[in-house]
């Protein structure tokens, strides 16, 4: 009996202890605020494809606390199931020995070598360094042609400013056009979406998703993990935001604003 609980994952003994409790994950929404997705994707172990790990540790305290379960003791599975993955991530296959032990006499194998292998390593990085001198030169001209031929309405400039954001690219769209908001996914993830104020989405966003939000002055978005989203602001690619979880990043006709909270 004490095996099959250790055997038990964490998903199932959060589905075990809501039946107990008789309630329905809508239920759970209504009195916690936790996404009746969210809720499934715990209680199925699936909560490392669409959020970090302190958002995930945040939910589970907060769940088992509504279920009366000890939170620490889940947390702590957590942390150790964590370790072991990593563990088993690191684990390298050490290499097999070879069997050496043979009549070949390698002076000769290697004398030979010595004759033939440095002129074709010579010919080899000469062109290697003749291909990396034409991608250059390629590129510098790809450069100075789309410098002639950029629109000034769609060049978006990308910097770092200290004192009221963490990151910034610059548009300028006209203050009279609406901003429409396209979004596209690369993978399943935790997204909120504020037009103008308000609330228009709050939930996970499904892999190759693709939605489009208006707003007349602002949008505001919160992400459990940017590199799965990629931005468009009226016709303007922005690409994704950033890695990981990104709070405040705002959009107006000025461009993408990554505030400091």
Not at 158 to 167: P, T
Not at 219 to 233: I, R
Request: overall charge positive; hydrophobic content about 40%.
């Amino acid at each position: 009996m004490a095996e099959e609980k250790q055997a038990e994952s964490i998903g199932a003994k959060l589905h075990k202890a809501r039946l107990k409790k008789r309630v329905s994950v809508e239920q759970v929404y209504k009195d916690i605020k936790i996404h009746p997705k969210l809720v499934t994707a715990l209680e199925e172990d699936r909560y490392d494809d669409f959020l970090s790990p302190t958002y995930i540790k945040a939910f589970l305290k907060n769940y088992c606390r509504y279920l009366e379960i000890d939170a620490n003791r889940i947390l702590a599975d957590y942390d150790s199931a964590r370790t072991e993955s990593k563990k088993t991530e690191a684990f390298v296959r050490p290499p097999e020995k070879i069997d050496i032990t043979t009549n070949v006499s390698w002076a000769k194998y290697i004398a030979a070598a010595k004759k033939w292998l440095l002129p074709v390593l010579s010919g080899i990085i000469a062109l290697f360094l003749c291909l990396y001198i034409i991608s250059l030169a390629s590129k510098a001209v790809k450069k100075i042609k789309g410098a002639n031929t950029a629109s000034p309405k769609t060049e978006i400039k990308e910097q770092l400013d200290k004192k009221s954001s963490l990151y910034l690219k610059a548009l300028s769209i006209p203050k009279e056009q609406p901003l429409p908001l396209a979004i596209k996914t690369k993978n399943d993830v935790w997204l909120e979406v504020k037009s103008d104020g308000k609330t228009v989405f709050k939930s996970i966003l499904k892999k190759g998703s693709r939605e489009t939000y208006k707003a007349r002055e602002r949008f505001q978005l919160w992400t459990g993990k940017g590199e799965f989203l990629d931005l468009n602001l009226n016709g303007n690619p922005l690409g994704s935001p950033g890695d990981g979880v990104i709070k405040n990043i705002i959009l107006t006709h000025e461009g993408l604003n990554i505030e400091k909270l």
